[in-house]
């Protein structure tokens, strides 16, 4: 049985994954893609983020070529990383006719998703972790706050301020995550949501206290049947 690698910048620089069947058989990383490869096998290679990017609606994986691009949307303009298919992609693997909403944290952008017959159709991304990082806000958002503020979202420059103010910390973090909710509120009313991010926990309160069914995974767990989901689509392994 033939092997193969995908391979592909992450924040961290170059990461590779050798995959033969339906496992893992190897990883490596690296600044560059000869340090990644190391110690792999020689093997097909599968470049994740290479290529033009795919626009919007457009299936979850494609079902041939030897790279997986990023996807771009047009309105409102947007870029979401090809390891964000994999996740996607791994996820749907147990749950192949599921239509939904995937709420995914990346690097510091949040994106949420929705999915219909194993076809994104649309995304609405935002910069709330670069934003929490940014005015100092806690892990933990005040659900008070956030509520204030998904209330009234064209009030949040003024919630911010009497936040910094105060000190308070956990309500910077709340009011910048209920307009969050607010901004994306057509994706996730009446829906039921997946959350793919390696803190999930303020986002399955928030989305808990406005009564969505929502359910957390970590996205190096979505890793593995992602990649072997792409191997099939590519006509790599069985």
Sequence with gaps: MTGWIALGPTGAGIRAIALKGDRITGEGRGEDEATALRGLPRAPLVRIGDGPATRLPAPVLPQSGNSLPAWEQASPPDILSAWVRIWIAGYLAARPNWDGVVCITHADITHWIHI??????????????????????????????????????????????????????????????????????????????????????????????????????DPETLLAPGLIALGRALHLSS
Excluded: C, F, K, N
């Design 116 to 217: 219909s017959a194993s076809e994104a159709v649309s995304a609405q991304s935002l910069l709330t972790p670069r934003l929490v990082t940014a005015l100092h806000g806690a892990a933990t958002p005040d659900r008070a706050a956030l509520s204030e503020t998904l209330s009234r979202p064209e009030r949040l420059a003024a919630h911010l301020r009497a936040a910094e103010v105060a000190g308070d910390t956990g309500a910077t973090t709340g009011h910048l995550l209920g307009a969050e909710l607010a901004a994306t509120r057509a994706y996730w009313l009446g829906q039921q949501v997946a959350v793919i991010s390696q803190t999930p926990q303020a986002h399955m309160a928030a989305l808990s206290d406005q009564g969505v069914p929502a359910t957390a995974h």
